[in-house]
């Protein structure tokens, strides 16, 4: 049968009961953690074997949207307080003054359309931030599955399939906070006197002294951060899926080496003792395929709908950013330009790591079928054959990530969404020119 034809099979998952708490004796052991003796410091840096993804979740711990200890303590009145305080001071406060803005500018499309870019985005963090905080456990649980197989890979092949891996998301995460620092840093020095960075509604005058300092290095510093947890909180979903394709790629690694330091005789028939070896071999191979396929399932159960939601958002948002900027070429502030530029190109990739890394979750899942193909089955038994043959047939159902169940994780869903975008910039385009101002 031809192999390009199989799809992976449905499965269930290995929960790791294990904290993911790291000491000093285990960052000597295990190899692919962070070689750092402060990021054992006081429990508060998050070790993981993908460097990205222990970032995310060391800022996300930092501002209590993410305890990694699971403890009863850490749920008491204190930590629902201080994540409280960070949701406020990151969202929650510039949520409420945007929208009342907005009530007050409506009609004026210029702007309604410079006000509604970042409260869409605000919005669509606000979820995401929610969602962490309510699915905290299963995102723990995911984290450790994830963490025990990683760290247990000790084939050379398989080591350089782990930091591929880990190359991959580092370089996506620090493209992504490039172009936030610059969005960032433009909106801050460019505004104008007595203007704040963003426009936003206050029970004060922020034109006057204090008043106006004090909201300016509020609105920055809040921004700045609330730049940075934003960022965590997509690369943690983008880096989860990347993590559960190198699990699936460890799969195929072991299914065309299956039958490695075995030696097959003249009739090419295997011994009894090294068919028992290599069944053994397959049966783990299937229990490491339904873990990763389970947790890919977890990762959908997660996350499913603030990727529906950050998808629905990001349609306006790049349409109005794209907007934006056209206004901005108008009146020739340069800084202001290049800081539309950075965001606009921020809110693609944002979408566009999404969609890549579903993408490639489905492709490494179709790989499964061909990897074993590519072992040496006609050593083998009809035993094992069957159970090959059996594997390969029940793998034609690939992974797929969904947005709430609408749309595939597909860069054609990228491509759709970037020309939905388009679309509604053209038609705002059109409404301005038959009423100028």
Known sequence: MSSKCCQPLTIEIIRSTKPSRYFLSDLLNKQYQVNTDWSAIMGVFVNNPNTSLGFCLTVLKLVGFLDLRDTVNRYGLFSLLYSFFWFMFLVGFILV??????????????????????????????????????????????????????????????????????????????????????????????????????????????????????????????????????????????????????RLRLVALSLRTLCEHIQVPDNHLMTTEDEKIVYKRLQQCVMKH???????????????????????????????????????????????????????????????????????????????????????WYTCSLRTRRALLIVMVRTRRVVCLTAGGFTKLSLGCFTSIIKASYTFFTVLKQVEDRNPK
């Open 290 to 376: 339904e873990a990763a396929l389970r947790t890919a399932r977890q990762i959908q159960k997660c996350f499913t709908y603030p990727i529906l939601a950050q998808f629905t958002v990001s349609v306006v948002i790049i349409c109005v950013t794209a907007y934006q900027l056209a206004i901005e070429l108008n009146n020739r502030k340069w800084v202001r330009i290049v800081s539309m530029v950075a965001y606009l190109l921020c809110m693609a990739l944002q979408v566009f790591l999404y969609c890549y890394q579903g993408n490639q979750l489905t492709e490494e899942s179709l790989e499964i079928a061909d990897a074993a193909y590519e072992c040496p």
């Open 97 to 246: 003054a945007q929208t009342s803005t907005m009530f007050q500018i409506w009609g004026d499309l210029a702007l309604m359309t410079n006000a509604s870019f970042l409260l869409f985005t605000n919005l669509a963090f606000a979820l995401k931030i929610i969602n962490v905080l309510v699915r905290r456990r299963d995102v723990q649980g995911i984290i450790d599955e994830s963490n025990d197989e990683l760290s247990k890979e000790n084939r050379q092949k398989g080591i350089e399939i782990v930091e591929s891996c880990n190359r991959e998301t580092t370089r996506s995460m620090y493209l992504y906070m490039w172009l936030s620092g610059v969005t960032v840093l433009g909106w801050v020095v460019s505004a104008e006197k007595n203007q704040l960075p963003l426009r936003a509604w206050y029970p004060y005058d922020t034109s006057k002294s204090p008043a106006y300092e004090i909201t300016y290095a509020n609105q920055s510093t809040a921004l700045s951060i609330a730049a940075l947890v934003n960022i965590c909180s997509d690369t943690l979903v983008t880096s989860l899926i990347a993590v559960c394709r190198c």
